[in-house]
């Protein structure tokens, strides 16, 4: 354990904030007072449990709770949805909480009208979230792009199976990576989280909240069906250690209150309806006030205004993990469950004397270009495990430009079955 | 220190085998220990194969899915003929001889008793199968004390099933002290 290095490089304080959560629950000696102490009577309401205990407890849990859980932390207070395999426990604790705490839970007809409701319900003041698999995330793609051009803060969730179509419900895949990305029609950019464990899956749901606010866009969280349906003893961060963004109210009067305001700066104001401040919300390509607009001036604004809150924000947004980088030769680059295969297979691998090292996107888009380059620089070979066809490699090697991209080496598997630690054990023995 | 000790539970859907992982992971945190716990299963919810892995270590475990085991419970001949081939040298094998008649393989520490049967016989169903081989399990492999087992049982099973499967489980513990004096 002592001689792992890893280390997340980002600089800024949000995710500042985050490390520290995660290196203050990892402290031996605090997880061990804290193990529960058990009250049988007690399970009934294990988040009432987590809620009103100042310290939490380590226990067991499902990736899928602990996006609910995180979302209930992150201050989401509506949620409308049609459940789905493997997402469905999401939707189950959030059914059950909402309400209790004077949030909303509305089961929908189907994807489209889950995520209009949630779309709808955060133009009102809510921070509002739904999650779903891959069929239902392939209906949300028109209200995704619509969340995105009206800049309405949302959260969705899909825990990934095995596609196309309803395919393998229980089987993991991660064939949604490019879709999260280019799912939406016309061409606008977007913020994909990525986690590797239960534990992650609660801080990058709050992550996600916090971002969408931030930004006011949707934002995509994929799980693996493996990390939804995983569980594993964690001890999530005492609530004084979570930081959550709230979106600010405008000061200005009515009048003067522009709903899409050039003037840049994160947070930025954003009404609710009801607050007093008039506003048009349309899909339409529209001007600052929100109304439709054919002005090839007001249509490049809107169009800069969405890419450069992305692209101007690449370091704040982007989060990777580096794992035993620093002296590799080798180098793997994977997400989610994959990179879980990966860690295990670079400690057989350096048993035997190989310097293999992960690198890990947390964030999948925008594209960690600057880290996956850098890696490019230092390595002679990078491998790129990944459940599905070739979604991960193609971004590496769009990165690798003119240098040869031959010592670019994938793993592909499209059967429901994880790439095993062994898969990638004899991939890095056959490339030495 | 524990190091990485990887357990499957196979069977098919409708036996309990995922909450039998889960009682076993529960438990396992309960001793303080890191844990994952996954499983795969079809979409049905009786019959077809069923399976739930447990890992218990006291190091952080990267890869969540059992691929070596240290122990294998195959409660189907369908899992037993399956998994056993990943059953790691001096890995412990236990079977139960209701549905398990052939074993392609010899394991060298091969339990098998017929839970299935003696629970229908003896706690008048066979809906506890899954925890009377999951308590034997743990008796022989020591991997989570009574304790902690127990407190699991009552926190993972409905109260209305709580008498019942703790009877389970102290008849599992029976079987496995009494197993070792049967037969060597």
């Not at chain 1, 947004?317 to 297979?345: C, P, Y």
């Not at chain 2, 809906?127 to 993972?156: H, M, P, Q, R, Y």
Request: charged fraction near 25%; hydrophobic fraction near 40%; proline fraction near 5%.
């Amino acid at each position: 354990m002592q001689e792992k290095k890893t280390s997340k490089t980002t600089k800024n304080p949000e995710v500042m904030q985050e490390k520290k959560i995660s290196t203050a629950t990892k402290s031996p000696a605090a997880t061990e007072d804290k193990v529960a102490a058990v009250n049988p009577a007690k399970t009934e309401s294990k988040l009432s449990e987590l809620q009103n205990n100042l310290e939490r407890k380590t226990i067991i849990m499902q990736g899928n709770e602990a996006v609910a859980y995180g979302a209930l932390d992150a201050g989401v207070n509506f949620f409308a949805g049609y459940p789905i395999t493997p997402s469905t426990e999401v939707a189950e604790i959030l059914a059950a909480e909402l309400p209790k705490r004077g949030g909303t839970f509305i089961q929908m007809e189907d994807e489209i009208a889950s995520i209009c409701a949630i779309t709808g319900a955060s133009l009102a003041g809510a921070k509002a979230l739904t999650a779903t698999s891959g069929p239902g995330f392939s209906l949300m793609q028109e209200g995704i792009g619509f969340a995105k051009i009206t800049e309405t803060p949302c959260v969705v969730v899909n825990v990934q199976r095995m596609g196309p179509s309803t395919g393998m419900p229980t089987s993991p895949a991660q064939g949604d990576i490019m879709q999260s990305r280019w799912g939406s029609h016309g061409d606008s950019p977007a913020i994909v989280l990525y986690p590797e464990s239960v534990k992650e899956s609660y801080e990058l749901t709050i992550r996600a909240v916090n971002l969408s606010e931030k930004y006011r866009t949707c934002v995509v969280l994929l799980l693996d069906e493996v990390i939804g349906h995983m569980r594993e003893s964690v001890r999530l961060p005492d609530m004084a250690n979570v930081r959550v963004i709230n979106r600010i109210k405008p000061t200005v009067p009515p009048h003067w209150y522009k709903h899409y305001d050039e003037n840049q700066k994160y947070l930025s104001p954003l009404a609710s309806y009801g607050d007093g401040y008039h506003f048009h919300v349309t899909g339409l390509t529209h001007d600052s006030q929100g109304f439709p607009t054919n002005k090839a001036v007001e249509a490049g604004d809107m169009m800069d205004r969405l890419r450069k809150k992305i692209t101007y924000n690449i370091r704040d947004l982007v989060q990777i993990e580096s794992h035993e980088m620093d002296d590799a030769n080798i180098a793997i680059f994977a997400a989610g469950i994959t990179a879980r295969a990966a860690k295990a297979a670079i400690s057989m691998a350096r048993e035997e004397g190989f310097k293999v090292g992960l690198l890990r996107p947390l964030t999948i888009w925008p594209f960690p270009d600057d880290a996956v380059r850098k890696m490019l620089r230092n390595v002679e070979t990078v491998i790129v495990p990944e459940l599905n066809q070739g979604q991960l490699i193609r971004e590496i090697r769009r990165l690798t430009k003119d240098k040869n991209d031959s010592n670019i080496v994938s793993i592909q598997r499209v059967n429901g079955q994880l790439i095993t630690p062994n898969d990638i054990l004899r991939k890095i023995k056959e490339v030495i | 220190m524990l190091k990485p000790y990887e357990i499957r539970l196979s069977g098919s859907g409708g036996q309990g085998l995922i909450l039998a992982g889960i009682i076993l992971a529960r438990a396992a945190v309960l001793d303080k220990h890191k844990v994952t716990q996954t499983q795969s299963y079809g979409p049905e919810s009786r019959g077809g194969y069923s399976r739930a892995d447990v890992i218990i270590s006291d190091s952080e475990i990267y890869f969540p899915e059992a691929t070596n085991f240290n122990c294998l419970l195959a409660l189907t001949q369908e899992a037993c003929d399956k998994y056993l081939y990943d059953l790691r040298d001096n890995g412990i094998l236990i079977i139960d001889t209701t549905f398990v008649k052939n074993l392609a393989l010899a394991a060298d520490n091969t339990y098998d008793l017929p839970f299935t049967e003696i629970a229908q016989e003896q706690l008048g169903g066979t809906i506890s199968t899954n925890v009377l081989s999951l308590a034997f399990l743990s008796k022989v492999t020591g991997i989570v004390s009574d304790k902690s087992l127990e407190t699991s049982i009552v926190e993972s099973v409905r109260p209305a099933f709580k008498d019942l499967n703790i009877k389970a489980m102290k008849l599992g513990f029976k079987l496995a002290e009494e197993y070792d004096s049967n037969r060597s």
